[in-house]
């Protein structure tokens, strides 16, 4: 399955320093840009990682970026071709 565009641009979060968290990177979360269990059955995992420090992260929301879960610019892409990719 492919992922969902949750958003089409970053989320912007405050991450703490040695903190774990799980990008979602189906799409599907409710409560992104973090993981709620929707990738149940999508063959698509989260992926985990730690925060090296405390700061304001802009995290991946098109589900495409090539650097997860770090937007990278790639969703300047899906805005170019219309949100279908
Ligand atoms: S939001 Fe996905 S690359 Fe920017």
Do not use: N
Request: net charge positive; with cysteine; charged share 30%.
């Amino acid at each position: 399955m492919k992922p969902k565009i949750a958003q089409i641009g970053p989320y912007e979060v405050e991450l703490k320093e040695g903190k774990r968290y799980l990008w979602c990177a189906c799409g599907r979360s409710k409560d992104q840009p973090f993981c709620d269990g929707s990738h149940e059955g999508t063959g698509i995992k989260p992926v985990s990682f730690k925060a090296e420090k405390s700061e304001k992260a802009a995290l991946c929301g098109c589900k495409h970026t090539k650097h997860p879960p770090y937007c990278d610019g790639t969703h300047e892409t899906i805005e170019k071709i219309g949100g279908d990719f």
